[in-house]
């Protein structure tokens, strides 16, 4: 199995950008999808996930109301679509896979295969 994200780039405050993840080698209904980000210094941290049957997502509090995560089935991949970036929004992002519960979305170790990261930086 192989998780593959991308679109990340430099964009100014206030803009927007849509992540990419990828799936391969599985279909994306077997597993629950989380986004993580760690910026330079810091921990990695949970952005948002969505559950297997991608009938519910949940996100950081930092990031609810600006982002959204949703995805293609046809594509087997899913999107995280950020609004209102925010210099603090700066980090790489990763996308990861697992079966995953409700309650334990926002944990990293939950989740047993990881993709590349992808950086987001904005900046003006």
């Known amino acids: 199995v192989q998780l593959q994200a991308s679109g990340g780039g430099l964009v100014q405050p206030g803009g927007s950008l849509r992540l990419s993840c990828a799936a391969s080698g599985f279909n994306l209904d077997y597993y629950a999808i989380g986004w993580f980000r760690q910026a330079p210094g810091k921990e990695r941290e949970f952005v948002a996930g969505?559950?297997?049957?991608?009938?519910?997502?949940s996100f950081a509090d930092v990031v609810k109301g600006r982002f959204a995560i949703s995805r293609d089935i046809a594509k087997n991949t899913v999107y995280l679509q950020m609004n209102s970036l925010k210099p603090d929004d700066t980090a790489v992002y990763y996308c990861?896979?697992?079966?995953?519960?409700?309650?334990?979305?926002?944990?990293?170790?939950?989740?047993?295969?990881w993709g590349q990261g992808t950086e987001v930086t904005v900046s003006s």
């Open positions: 990861a896979g697992g079966t995953v519960i409700q309650s334990s979305r926002a944990i990293a170790s939950a989740y047993a295969f």
């Open positions: 969505l559950s297997q049957n991608g009938g519910t997502s």
